[in-house]
């Protein structure tokens, strides 16, 4: 079994920035591992993914940045210049490829970003 515990998260301002973590246990390095978001009303959609080469939806490339730090067993996404469009749980996820939602197994609990205009 795998355990994905969330950090971070919160309100900002439209143009501010915010970074979440994600801590998995056991942490196996050559995993996919991805972020995901969902707002009401919408699907789920994957946003960014990292293996070796980290990938991004156009929704957020340029603007987000996904990481891994293997000795911490921690995934992290910042956000930048975040939008109110942006809004949404974001969850963190492994066990899967890229950013295909349904493959993927294991999944954090979720945490809140809301950004204001």
């Known amino acids: 079994q795998v355990h994905l515990v969330q950090s971070g998260g919160g309100s900002v301002q439209a143009g501010g920035s915010l970074r979440l973590s994600c801590v998995v246990t056991p942490y196996i390095s050559d995993r996919w591992m991805a972020w995901f978001r969902q707002a009401p009303g919408k699907a789920r959609e994957g946003i960014a993914a990292?293996?070796?080469?980290?990938y991004y939806d156009a929704s957020v490339k340029g603007r987000f940045t996904v990481d891994k730090d293997d000795a911490e067993n921690t995934l992290y996404l910042q956000m930048n210049a975040l939008k109110p469009e942006d809004t949404a749980m974001y969850f963190c996820?492994?066990?899967?490829?890229?950013?295909?939602?349904?493959?993927?197994?294991?999944w954090g609990q979720g945490t809140q970003v809301t950004v204001s205009s």
């Open positions: 990292i293996r070796s080469t980290d």
């Open positions: 996820a492994t066990g899967g490829y890229y950013r295909d939602a349904q493959s993927y197994t294991y």
